[in-house]
């Protein structure tokens, strides 16, 4: 049988942007079983911050597999699992002490979190943003805006979950502290169990917050007794230039949640909070079969040493340097580009119809990555009208390999314009 006769046991929901196998991964490039070579941007949707096969994480998930694969935390512990809680409460903003709990997947983070702030403040209600991504579960699915694909045909909704507008600094103009009369207009605020917010936007649209944003939901949270939870499952890890993107407003949430990058590419998601706001559900309430693998955990740990060792903090700093630049540049080229904005490593163009009218151009943007497919860049798209390019590499790529995609980005746009000018 050929690899293509598989596909037709593939539900039509799940499909891939590379119409080849793969067979083996470094750094930021990927090879493919046909013997194609791919520069990637995705780096598995933001999970591979250290880059793919990195020798470290492989040695390190090596010794763990010949030593055990699985025990299940609470039935027989292992060392691992409170050092990495440990690293990551002391790696957490804000001088608050803080303790950790590890799962699997983001949206399980997400989950979790809710039910420690749930338990920390016995209250039921949920506030969210325009723009948010927290995941594909009833509740997660519930929390994220965008519809199409993400929640069309799959409600009803969790209940009792408002959505607040998003300081959208391209699209919108409002006053930050015109927030307070929306959200108690739209629920008691005695009632809101937390608000939940990614401090950098990913899926979305890659939106930075304006500097004062985050400080008030802070304020605001504090003012009604609501646990403020900042999900970095895409802007931590050291993707925006620091640790946690909380860092450069300074802000200390109550929860964070942690996965994508936190194992190099393992199962892996975390809650962080502060010690109290942990301990507030009961002994046994928290928890699951997988959650925390040993394997997974210890990977984890190398990821840190990594980060740590390679300096990858300054290096997402310095490959977003390039990019903006970059990007800036193809910009005054083409009046496709409407924004270039973004922290650190986490940077993106909105592309639009039309600079005046802001007309958002998604049909464009998915010519633009699979013209850029074809000339072997993996490139993502992103935002609310999916008229996004951001980049989410390895931020191990090299600045050749780095400015080679770019340069198949700024050709993609160049072809577009044909096209359609
Ligand atoms: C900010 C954010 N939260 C939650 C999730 C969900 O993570 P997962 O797909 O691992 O469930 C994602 C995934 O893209 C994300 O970007």
């Given at each position: 049988?050929?690899?293509?006769?598989?596909?037709?046991?593939?539900?039509?929901?799940?499909?891939?942007?590379?119409?080849?196998?793969?067979?083996?991964?470094?750094?930021?490039?990927?090879?493919?079983?046909?013997?194609?070579?791919?520069?990637?941007?995705?780096?598995?949707?933001?999970?591979?911050?250290?880059?793919?096969?990195?020798?470290?994480?492989?040695?390190?998930?090596?010794?763990?597999?010949?030593?055990f694969f699985h025990t299940d935390f609470s039935a027989i512990p292992y060392e691992s699992y409170p050092k990495l809680a440990?690293?990551?409460?002391?790696?957490?903003?804000?001088?608050?002490?803080?303790k950790a709990a590890f799962f699997n997947?983001?949206?399980e983070a997400?989950?979790n979190?809710?039910k420690f702030?749930?338990?920390?403040?016995?209250?039921?209600?949920?506030?969210?943003?325009?723009?948010?991504?927290?995941?594909?579960?009833?509740?997660?699915?519930?929390?994220?805006?965008?519809?199409?694909?993400?929640?069309?045909?799959?409600?009803?909704?969790?209940?009792?979950?408002?959505?607040?507008?998003?300081?959208?600094?391209?699209?919108?103009?409002?006053?930050?502290?015109?927030?307070?009369?929306?959200?108690?207009?739209?629920?008691?605020?005695?009632?809101?169990?937390?608000?939940?917010?990614?401090?950098?936007?990913?899926?979305?649209?890659?939106?930075?917050?304006?500097?004062?944003?985050?400080?008030?939901?802070?304020?605001?949270?504090?003012?009604?007794?609501?646990?403020?939870?900042?999900?970095?499952?895409?802007?931590?890890?050291?993707?925006?230039?620091?640790?946690?993107?909380?860092?450069?407003?300074?802000?200390?949430?109550?929860?964070?949640?942690?996965?994508?990058?936190?194992?190099?590419?393992?199962?892996l998601s975390g809650v962080?909070?502060?010690?109290?706001?942990m301990d507030?559900p009961k002994p046994g309430s928290i928890g699951g079969t997988y959650v925390g693998n040993p394997i997974a955990i210890?990977?984890?740990?190398?990821?840190?040493?990594?980060?740590?060792?390679?300096?990858?903090?300054?290096?997402?700093?310095?490959?977003?340097?390039?990019?903006?630049?970059?990007?800036?540049?193809?910009?005054?080229?083409?009046?496709?580009?409407?924004?270039?904005?973004?922290?650190?490593?986490?940077?993106?163009?909105?592309?639009?119809?039309?600079?005046?009218?802001?007309?958002?151009?998604?049909?464009?943007?998915?010519?633009?990555?699979?013209?850029?497919?074809?000339?072997?860049?993996?490139?993502?798209?992103?935002?609310?009208?999916?008229?996004?390019?951001?980049?989410?590499?390895?931020?191990?790529?090299?600045?050749?390999?780095?400015?080679?995609?770019?340069?198949?980005?700024?050709?993609?746009?160049?072809?577009?314009?044909?096209?359609?000018?």
């Amino acid at each position: 049988m050929t690899s293509t006769n598989y596909d037709q046991y593939l539900p039509e929901s799940i499909g891939s942007f590379v119409p080849n196998y793969i067979d083996r991964g470094q750094g930021a490039i990927v090879y493919t079983e046909n013997g194609d070579r791919y520069i990637d941007l995705s780096g598995g949707w933001g999970c591979l911050a250290v880059g793919y096969s990195h020798p470290k994480v492989v040695e390190t998930v090596k010794n763990q597999v010949e030593k055990f694969f699985h025990t299940d935390f609470s039935a027989i512990p292992y060392e691992s699992y409170p050092k990495l809680a440990a690293r990551l409460s002391e790696l957490a903003p804000g001088e608050t002490q803080k303790k950790a709990a590890f799962f699997n997947s983001g949206a399980e983070a997400v989950e979790n979190a809710v039910k420690f702030a749930k338990a920390d403040t016995g209250r039921g209600a949920l506030v969210t943003f325009q723009n948010a991504f927290h995941g594909r579960t009833l509740l997660t699915m519930t929390l994220t805006h965008k519809a199409n694909p993400y929640k069309a045909g799959f409600g009803p909704f969790a209940p009792d979950v408002y959505r607040l507008p998003y300081p959208n600094r391209y699209r919108s103009n409002f006053e930050v502290r015109e927030l307070e009369n929306e959200l108690t207009t739209m629920v008691d605020p005695e009632d809101v169990a937390a608000i939940i917010i990614e401090p950098v936007v990913g899926e979305g649209g890659f939106l930075v917050p304006p500097d004062d944003f985050l400080p008030y939901l802070r304020e605001l949270a504090d003012k009604y007794g609501i646990d403020l939870i900042f999900d970095e499952i895409q802007s931590g890890m050291g993707r925006t230039g620091k640790f946690f993107a909380a860092e450069h407003f300074d802000v200390e949430p109550d929860l964070i949640t942690v996965a994508k990058s936190l194992a190099g590419g393992m199962p892996l998601s975390g809650v962080i909070g502060k010690a109290e706001v942990m301990d507030a559900p009961k002994p046994g309430s928290i928890g699951g079969t997988y959650v925390g693998n040993p394997i997974a955990i210890r990977s984890a740990l190398t990821v840190l040493d990594v980060i740590e060792e390679e300096g990858l903090l300054e290096r997402a700093s310095e490959i977003g340097e390039i990019a903006v630049s970059r990007f800036r540049q193809m910009k005054q080229k083409h009046d496709i580009v409407g924004d270039v904005r973004g922290l650190g490593a986490m940077i993106a163009i909105e592309l639009v119809q039309d600079r005046e009218t802001k007309e958002p151009a998604p049909e464009i943007t998915q010519k633009v990555a699979e013209l850029s497919l074809e000339e072997n860049v993996i490139l993502p798209t992103a935002g609310l009208h999916g008229n996004v390019i951001r980049l989410l590499m390895p931020l191990v790529i090299d600045k050749e390999n780095l400015e080679r995609a770019l340069d198949v980005v700024d050709n993609s746009l160049e072809k577009v314009k044909t096209n359609h000018g």
